[in-house]
């Protein structure tokens, strides 16, 4: 899996707070913008996500590469309807490469890695035929398994990557895409610092874990009040 920043909005963090103090000031945004110290933009970020005053963060937005992720998670990925995706096509585009993820916990099973792999190169081999066979490469594609690798640009502005992260990179969500916001969160620390470190699953803003099981980092509410 690759995933790189290639664009997004310039001074993200400033852009976001600046318009967030426009709205409760006699300055405008330019008047504003140079009047913000590093620390004041820190706390204002926190304030604004305390406070789930959210709106400015639409200011900001980053686009992403995001290569070698299997169709099982791009699938995930595209449920966030608030970011625009423009995805490799598989009508036009006949997959040559025979590229597919491989889970870990298959990996880890020299058995089943085996028939794994045999099962791929026989979804593909079968693909090929078809497209020698001057199948259209949008039938012929039925075949293909979830697993097969794809790509897709994504534009996601600041306010929608705090909530999918709250939700992506909490550990009870699937490994890959947990993967995926890891590296997208990565992406966005290079250039915005303050704001990278605020994309974290939601369990570290409740102060307790709101699914069924915890992973550990913090306690269900249920099993806080029985040891109370
Ligand atoms: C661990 C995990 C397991 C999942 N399992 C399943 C599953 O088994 N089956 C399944 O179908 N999905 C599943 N999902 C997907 C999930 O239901 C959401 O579709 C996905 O996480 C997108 O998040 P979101 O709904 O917050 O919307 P986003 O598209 O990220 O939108 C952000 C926010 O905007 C608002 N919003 C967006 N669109 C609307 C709208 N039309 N109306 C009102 N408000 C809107 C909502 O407040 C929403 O939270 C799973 C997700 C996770 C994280």
Redesign the pocket.
């Known amino acids: 899996m690759q995933v790189t920043l290639v664009n997004y909005t310039p001074n993200p963090e400033l852009t976001i707070v600046a318009a967030a103090r426009s709205s409760a000031s006699q300055s405008t945004i330019e008047e504003l913008w140079h009047n913000l110290s590093p620390q004041q933009i820190d706390d204002l970020l926190k304030q604004l996500l305390d406070s789930g005053h959210l709106s400015p963060f639409e200011h900001s937005s980053f686009t992403f590469n995001i290569q070698g992720i299997s169709r099982a998670t791009s699938h995930q990925l595209v ?4 970011a625009s995706y423009t995805q490799q096509s598989q009508r036009y585009v006949a997959l040559k490469e025979r590229r597919y993820v491989t889970p870990p916990t298959i990996t880890k099973q020299a058995d089943f890695l085996a028939k794994y792999q045999r099962a791929m190169e026989s979804a593909h081999e079968l693909y090929s035929q078809m497209l020698e066979a001057n199948i259209p490469a949008e039938d012929a594609r039925y075949v293909l398994p979830q697993a097969v690798e794809t790509q897709l640009v994504m534009t996601m502005n600041a306010r ?1 990557l705090v ?2 992260c709250s ?2 990179l ?1 550990l ?2 699937q490994w890959e895409i947990v993967e995926l916001f890891e590296r997208l969160k990565a992406e966005v620390e290079r250039v915005a610092p303050r704001l990278g470190a605020e994309l974290k699953p939601k369990c570290y803003r409740l102060g307790y874990c709101d699914e069924r099981e915890s992973c550990g980092i913090f306690p269900t509410l249920k099993s806080e009040t029985k040891t109370k």
């Open positions: 449920r966030h309807r608030l929608e909530h999918a939700l992506r909490c009870r969500a």
